[in-house]
């Protein structure tokens, strides 16, 4: 099976600006989550979508939004960029059964915003 | 709140040694998955094992075997055989039987010597 894919892999921003981050989950995959990679707070966790429905979702403001689509693909947007959001953004697709939950990490989106 | 610590911030070790990442985490829950992951200057996240909390028999995936004290909260790494391939940052992570809301440890830098 092919693996998570995230695209972009790099992108640049400014400050004010937003963004868009794509992933797509391993097939047969219901659940996305989505974590934020920083130097200073290392791995976050931003939220999880299952089913297009989010089940959880971290602490994080509003800026921060997601969805998924009926292919279990998600995409998490942020608006009014920060310098602050620069970061690795990853997502991990799992099954979502239960005893089956184990999360399998995408190569990740590097966002820098200028 | 589920909390993982990684006490040790770095570690190197000479190839083909063995080497131990310590990682405790703090739950109320009974029933929850451990995992270890590393993350190679590539910046994948690879699985390298995984634990169940019902589970009293101690995970091995080749030359990695974990040691889960579950009283203790308490989950450690033993890499055997340490090879150059190796070197990453190792992530312990925690998460709740019932979300997909994983919490890691800060990491551990890992370096193996030729």
């Known amino acids: 099976k092919a693996g998570v894919t995230q695209t972009p892999r790099y992108l640049i921003k400014t400050r004010g600006q937003q963004v868009t981050l794509s992933c797509s989950p391993i097939?047969?995959?219901?659940?996305v989550s989505w974590y934020q990679q920083t130097p200073g707070q290392g791995l976050q966790f931003l939220f999880e979508?299952?089913?297009?429905?989010?089940?959880n979702k971290g602490n994080f403001p509003g800026r921060f939004s997601g969805r998924q689509f009926s292919n279990s693909r998600s995409e998490m947007n942020v608006s009014t960029l920060e310098l602050g959001d620069s970061a690795l953004y990853l997502c991990a697709s799992s099954p979502r059964t239960s005893g089956t939950d184990t999360q399998y990490f995408g190569p990740g989106t590097r966002l820098t915003v200028l | 709140a589920q909390t993982v610590t990684q006490s040790q911030p770095e570690m190197s070790v000479q190839e083909a040694e063995t080497v131990t990442l310590s990682c405790t985490y703090d739950t109320s829950e009974s029933n929850y998955y451990l995992f270890w992951y590393k993350q190679p200057p590539s910046r994948q996240m690879i699985l390298v094992i995984r634990q169940e909390a019902y589970k009293q028999q101690n995970a091995t995936e080749n030359r990695f075997s974990v040691n889960f004290q579950k009283a203790a909260k308490s989950f450690s790494l033993k890499i055997s055989d340490s090879q150059l391939g190796d070197t990453a940052m190792y992530f312990c992570?925690?998460?709740?039987?019932?979300?997909?809301?994983?919490?890691f440890g800060a990491g551990t830098r890992l370096t193996v010597k030729p």
């Open positions: 992570a925690f998460m709740g039987a019932y979300n997909n809301d994983m919490r």
């Open positions: 097939s047969g995959h219901r659940s």
């Open positions: 979508y299952f089913s297009e429905t989010q089940r």
